[in-house]
DNA sequence: ACCTGTCAACTAACATGTTAGCTGAAAGTG
DNA sequence: CACTTTCAGCTAACATGTTAGTTGACAGGT
């Protein structure tokens, strides 16, 4: 008999397997949920219960929802109560742009700088991207697409680079979870990715802001669709 | 006979005059006293001496400290002491590199899109900015420094880019505030302004560019020595 | 039937008691 | 004297009791 209190039950990680604080272990296991849209954006989260589904007390669970709140991946209505964000395209937009503008810097500089070693490390990732889209593995191709990105950040020899963009892209890593199965997507996102190594390898600053812009604006065009598909997650 | 622990005591705000739930007037008088400089880097806060300042029991204090946190101005060591953030050079040159990819992209973006009234706002901003300094009000410049910019960003046409590349740069605009008297810096500033309105008016995307690209890069340069200058200040 | 005021139930917000871990000084040891 | 070890004192972390604001259902008036 299933309680209509628990029905993202099962989905949160066990905060037995995380170490460190309290609070951290809830915080990462509920971003991790929730990223992963394993909690439906609009549903509402109660402190109460979270702490039985954890075993914890309302301190700990109060300050993971605090630092969620601050990364605007939950909506804390005063009072009242705490639901996971609803996605706004207003907001997805602006993170399209911030994210183009950090990727399309980041692309350019790497263009000039790149050690052999990188290139090797960058076209390891993409043959290792390719084969996780001959398998249909799109979980492992989610996660294979991110490091590519999170590498190029990290070769701007700004170490922590990668850390901070991530998190002005929360809510599109999010979406991004819903377009995942969309057929012949991880192919074309391959060549893509391919067209962004090219350049770089060439030294072509240019070319490969223009090949990383161009990729990432095919995103966009597949979230907007979004809205009449789930609406029930926008807002 | 000044308490050792109330060194900071008066450069707070006084929380009855903001409104809304107390851990966010705690979080807002903390935040802006610490952006101000107005305690220093490297000082610890202590949970019971804030408590006792506002008035307030630990619950709002440990929510406003986890926020703050969260946004990289304090240091949490775990079941020691929470101090406020030590600036980082490497962290400083990071910000530096965030903030000209999106005020760059911004501007080129601007440039294309500005409407009479923005450029209106932006050239009486400018004007202001020149009486300021004559003046020498030099908290008023860096605000009207500050809108300038805010003002660039929010002609995007993305609402909230403004408040989400705030975020970017907080560390570069709490280090802002100790190069603030250096003697003709703001009249030069005034000049580059200048420069990126004159082009976003001539609608000219690449000058603008180059021009904010200018303006943005006389920062770091400025920075710098005051790792020699406040030693206590860094890390 | 439709407002409208009241109120009970529920929630986050706040206060406070308790625990666990760090830290540095002093005591012990080679 | 140097190099541990112990331990008291302090801090954040955690648990839990209490308060206040919101919400929605329901009663009573129009």
């Known amino acids: 008999m299933a309680n209509i209190a628990n029905i993202y039950s099962g989905t949160l990680a066990d905060i037995e397997k995380l170490d460190g604080p309290l609070s951290q272990r809830v915080y990462t296991a509920l971003r991790d949920a929730i990223l992963d849209m394993k ?121 922590s680079v990668a850390a901070i963009a991530g998190q002005l892209s929360l809510q599109l890593r999010r979406a991004r979870v819903l377009i995942l199965p969309e057929e012949g997507r991880p192919a074309e996102t391959v060549i893509e990715h391919t067209a962004v190594l090219d350049a770089i390898r060439a030294g072509d600053e240019d070319g490969a802001a223009r090949a990383m812009r161009h990729h990432l604006g095919q995103l966009i065009v597949r979230i907007e669709p979004l809205e009449q598909q789930f609406p029930d997650f926008f807002r």
Request: glycine residues 4%.
């Open 39 to 159: 909690i439906a954006p609009g549903e509402v989260l109660r402190k109460a219960t979270i702490c039985e589904q954890f075993g914890v007390s309302r301190s700990p669970v109060a300050e993971a929802l605090t630092r969620l709140s601050g990364e605007g991946l939950v909506d804390v209505i005063p009072q009242s109560a705490t639901r996971v964000t609803r996605f706004s395209l207003e907001e997805i937009r602006e993170e399209c742009f911030l994210r183009d503008a950090v990727e399309v810097a980041a692309v350019k500089r790497v263009a000039t700088t790149r050690t052999d070693d990188q290139l090797l490390q960058l076209s390891r990732n993409i043959r290792l991207q390719s084969l996780l889209v001959e398998d249909k593995d799109f979980h492992g191709f989610f996660e294979a697409d991110e490091a590519f990105h999170a590498m190029l950040l990290e070769f701007t020899g700004f170490r």
